[in-house]
């Protein structure tokens, strides 16, 4: 039976290590941003294309647009990243974001606040929530060994309940005006919600590829049985990756809830193709262990321009969501090519 050396990373003490795999968790080059440079080109190439027939889509004010309808966006997806990474899928974002804005709305609102307190607490509120959803969502999953569609199927489902019976359906208002400031308004040129969400963004990245969970991630997400047998803590690092998306999608929910300027037991219902979707066309695998903060930047960009393009087209929200679905499918359908060529 081989001996095993000391490290946070365990290996047979006869075999040597493979390249980027040592004990520390050194810079390693991103996974998929090949695919992130791709998306920016389609991107590109899309908005250019379009330009003849939408020329408004040029107009500043319509970028600006676009940037502040990707910040809660990016927020979510990113969130999401971390489970898909993991070869999971979580299902309860677009119930997250409902109850942690009713819940987090409910703070705020209530008399005797001043509106950059009442934000905090209510802002610390919704972040908690979300993160106590992703730790019931890891759990269920790795200590019930439940499948990550069912549990979080499920915890969609309570939790949406939750949401309206607890409000009996109504919004809650009476928001701090801080909440709007934050979620719409900008500073020389940039909104506030970036001030917020790149952070996020350059948090994720360090985590992901710069400290020992990254690496533990992307070796779950891989092969969990030769992760475990590397020493790697498989139950501990999937019960992180739902809490992380838990807590990074509560963020979204926060800016969605200024944006609305409104407590909603039914914000987010429709958001969770584009979240996939942005986050599969930025390469982030859905058979897991691969995925950058560069490509889902990139797919959000482009999920979010087709929204926005098309709207500008005046087509329907039937034919957004029927072009949006033809889009994401291609990407899926390259991503289980791409796996099946890794495989052989």
Not at 5 to 14: E, I
Not at 307 to 319: E, H, K, V, Y
Request: hydrophobic fraction near 55%; aromatic fraction near 6%; charged fraction near 10%.
């Amino acid at each position: 039976m081989p001996a095993y050396s000391n490290g946070p990373l365990l290996v047979p003490a006869t075999a040597a290590p493979p390249a980027n795999e040592g004990t520390g968790a050194r810079p390693r080059r991103p996974s998929g941003l090949g695919s992130a440079g791709l998306v920016l080109m389609l991107a590109v190439l899309y908005f250019v294309l379009l330009l003849p027939v939408a020329p408004d889509l040029a107009n500043i004010e319509n970028l600006k647009l676009i940037l502040s309808n990707m910040l809660p966006l990016l927020a979510v997806t990113l969130g999401q990243t971390f489970v898909l990474i993991t070869k999971g899928i979580d299902l309860s974002v677009t119930a997250i974001i409902a109850a942690a804005s009713v819940a987090g709305a409910a703070v705020m609102a209530l008399p005797g606040w001043t509106g950059a307190a009442a934000l905090l607490v209510g802002s610390l509120v919704m972040v908690g929530l979300g993160a106590a959803v992703g730790l019931i969502n890891g759990l269920a999953v790795t200590k019930l060994t439940m499948p990550p569609f069912m549990v979080t199927l499920s915890t969609m489902m309570a939790l949406s309940g939750a949401a309206v019976f607890g409000t009996r359906g109504t919004g809650i208002y009476g928001l701090p005006a801080v909440l709007a400031v934050l979620s719409q308004e900008e500073l020389g040129g940039v909104p506030y919600a970036a001030l917020l969400v790149v952070p996020l963004g350059v948090f994720a990245h360090v985590l992901l590829f710069r400290t020992l969970l990254g690496r533990w991630l992307f070796a779950v997400g891989r092969n969990p049985k030769t992760a475990r047998v590397s020493g790697v803590p498989v139950h501990r690092t999937i019960v992180l990756a739902y809490v992380l998306c838990g807590g990074f999608t509560a963020v979204g929910a926060l800016l969605y809830t200024g944006r609305l300027e409104t407590g909603s037991p039914v914000l987010g219902q429709r958001i969770f193709l584009d979240v996939v979707g942005a986050a599969v066309m930025g390469g982030v695998s859905l058979f897991g262990g691969k995925g950058s903060v560069a490509g889902v930047l990139c797919g959000v960009l482009f999920i979010t321009l087709i929204d926005n393009s098309l709207d500008i087209l005046g087509f329907s929200s039937f034919a957004v969501l029927m072009t949006k679905g033809v889009v994401i499918l291609m990407a899926a359908v390259l991503d289980a090519t791409r796996a099946r060529r890794v495989a052989a």
